[in-house]
């Protein structure tokens, strides 16, 4: 199973922070032309991720690129420049299923030109028309996981984010939006990047809450987060012991698993075998 | 004039000018990889009639490839 648990953010302009990227860890990184970017830097920064997606030692990170919305006029330039050298495309303040359509368009017209395959994309829900729309927006082929955004959501209510009450019914919509379409979803980041407690705490709730990561700011940020979304040694013993069953029964041809008397059903077994992929045992 | 790039550690700034064509290559690493970044410049703007300046800061290859390429098609006319 591929692991989403935390995708660090790196600024696409700045050639000094990108070089490094592959030593972090990071299941995912993104390179970022967004947000992090200046206007009056966006032309050369999106050149320096083509050339950082080529270059760049990425180790076992995934590769993603956060482009510009669809509502900018950069968008359409950043796919043609990166498209062919991602694994994600990472798309902010997605709202509808249309919104994605736009973007297949685009993307589906590179692939066939280049003969390169079909790459994913990751939608940010940042508005509330995202989050009415968010079921639909899931059930988009090129949808590999739902992420989301608090800042334009609190901003709009006009209430700090960090006492938004919304944003835990904010999260469960997310979660509920991806797992039904059988996708990743992954929390927004934890923004105080010293408060080491703080973000385990915050990784951990995020874990239970459904979702598969979190996104972070700093490489030191990376082996907290991996630690929280580590299952307890009972989990994973637990899950051990299904899997071994489950093992088991199939070799014996058995339709049935059984475990200390205690049947085994597939959602248990499906668990079982999340559980030590996120804890990262074979 | 047009522009590419940063100042920044691990950057490069790349100029062009009008003018007759020359390349100058300024590296805090000059003795080192003054000659390499010299014939990465030459090598990616053949055919450019103009003065071209690199101010490099201890970037790497890709990095100065990347800073050129934004720098002769900015020069050409692309924008944004």
Redesign the interface.
Same mark, same amino acid.
């Given at each position: 199973m591929k692991l989403r648990r935390t995708r660090l953010y790196v600024p696409g302009n =700045?050639?000094?922070l990108v070089?490094n990227v592959g030593l972090y860890g990071a299941d995912c990184v993104i390179l970022d032309l967004e947000d992090s970017v200046p206007i009056e830097q966006?032309?050369?920064a999106r050149?320096?991720v083509?050339?950082?997606l080529? =270059?760049?030692n990425f180790g076992k990170s995934e590769k993603w690129v956060r482009i510009n919305s669809l509502d900018t006029?950069?968008w359409e330039?950043d796919i043609h420049e990166v498209l062919e050298f991602v694994d994600v495309i990472n798309v902010p303040k997605i709202e509808s299923y249309e919104d994605l359509e736009k973007l297949d368009t685009l993307m589906r017209e590179i692939e066939e030109k280049k003969g390169i395959k079909m790459r994913g994309v990751v939608p940010i829900i940042e508005t509330f028309r995202g989050l009415v729309n968010v079921r639909g927006i899931a059930k988009h082929p090129r949808v590999v996981a739902m992420a989301w955004g608090g800042e334009d959501l609190t901003a709009e209510l006009g209430i700090p984010k960090k006492k938004a009450l919304i944003l835990d019914h904010v999260r469960a919509e997310i979660v509920i939006a991806a797992k039904s379409q059988g996708k990743m979803a992954l929390d927004t980041v934890y923004s105080n990047i010293r408060d080491e407690e703080g973000l385990f705490e915050y990784a951990k709730r995020a874990r239970y809450m459904g979702f598969d990561g979190v996104g972070v700011l700093h490489p030191n940020q990376i082996e907290i987060v991996h630690r929280a979304f580590r299952p307890s040694d009972e989990e994973i013993e637990d899950a051990c012991r299904i899997v071994e069953a489950a093992e088991k029964a199939k070799k014996g041809g058995k339709g049935v698993i059984a475990l200390n008397g205690r049947m085994i059903d597939k959602p248990v077994l499906e668990r079982a075998k999340k559980i030590l992929a996120f804890a990262e045992v074979d | 004039m047009i522009e590419a790039g940063t100042n920044e550690k691990g950057d490069a700034r790349v100029r062009i000018e009008s003018g007759k064509r020359e390349i100058i290559v300024m590296s805090k690493l000059e003795r080192l990889y003054g000659d390499a970044i010299h014939k990465t410049v030459e090598e990616m703007t053949e055919g450019i009639d103009a003065k071209i300046i690199v101010e490099d800061q201890g970037a790497l290859d890709w990095v100065i490839r990347a800073r050129i390429e934004s720098a002769i098609r900015k020069y050409r006319g692309e924008k944004e």
């Amino acid at each position: 199973m591929k692991l989403r648990r935390t995708r660090l953010y790196v600024p696409g302009n =700045n050639p000094h922070l990108v070089e490094n990227v592959g030593l972090y860890g990071a299941d995912c990184v993104i390179l970022d032309l967004e947000d992090s970017v200046p206007i009056e830097q966006k032309f050369d920064a999106r050149i320096l991720v083509k050339y950082a997606l080529q =270059n760049v030692n990425f180790g076992k990170s995934e590769k993603w690129v956060r482009i510009n919305s669809l509502d900018t006029p950069f968008w359409e330039k950043d796919i043609h420049e990166v498209l062919e050298f991602v694994d994600v495309i990472n798309v902010p303040k997605i709202e509808s299923y249309e919104d994605l359509e736009k973007l297949d368009t685009l993307m589906r017209e590179i692939e066939e030109k280049k003969g390169i395959k079909m790459r994913g994309v990751v939608p940010i829900i940042e508005t509330f028309r995202g989050l009415v729309n968010v079921r639909g927006i899931a059930k988009h082929p090129r949808v590999v996981a739902m992420a989301w955004g608090g800042e334009d959501l609190t901003a709009e209510l006009g209430i700090p984010k960090k006492k938004a009450l919304i944003l835990d019914h904010v999260r469960a919509e997310i979660v509920i939006a991806a797992k039904s379409q059988g996708k990743m979803a992954l929390d927004t980041v934890y923004s105080n990047i010293r408060d080491e407690e703080g973000l385990f705490e915050y990784a951990k709730r995020a874990r239970y809450m459904g979702f598969d990561g979190v996104g972070v700011l700093h490489p030191n940020q990376i082996e907290i987060v991996h630690r929280a979304f580590r299952p307890s040694d009972e989990e994973i013993e637990d899950a051990c012991r299904i899997v071994e069953a489950a093992e088991k029964a199939k070799k014996g041809g058995k339709g049935v698993i059984a475990l200390n008397g205690r049947m085994i059903d597939k959602p248990v077994l499906e668990r079982a075998k999340k559980i030590l992929a996120f804890a990262e045992v074979d | 004039m047009i522009e590419a790039g940063t100042n920044e550690k691990g950057d490069a700034r790349v100029r062009i000018e009008s003018g007759k064509r020359e390349i100058i290559v300024m590296s805090k690493l000059e003795r080192l990889y003054g000659d390499a970044i010299h014939k990465t410049v030459e090598e990616m703007t053949e055919g450019i009639d103009a003065k071209i300046i690199v101010e490099d800061q201890g970037a790497l290859d890709w990095v100065i490839r990347a800073r050129i390429e934004s720098a002769i098609r900015k020069y050409r006319g692309e924008k944004e």
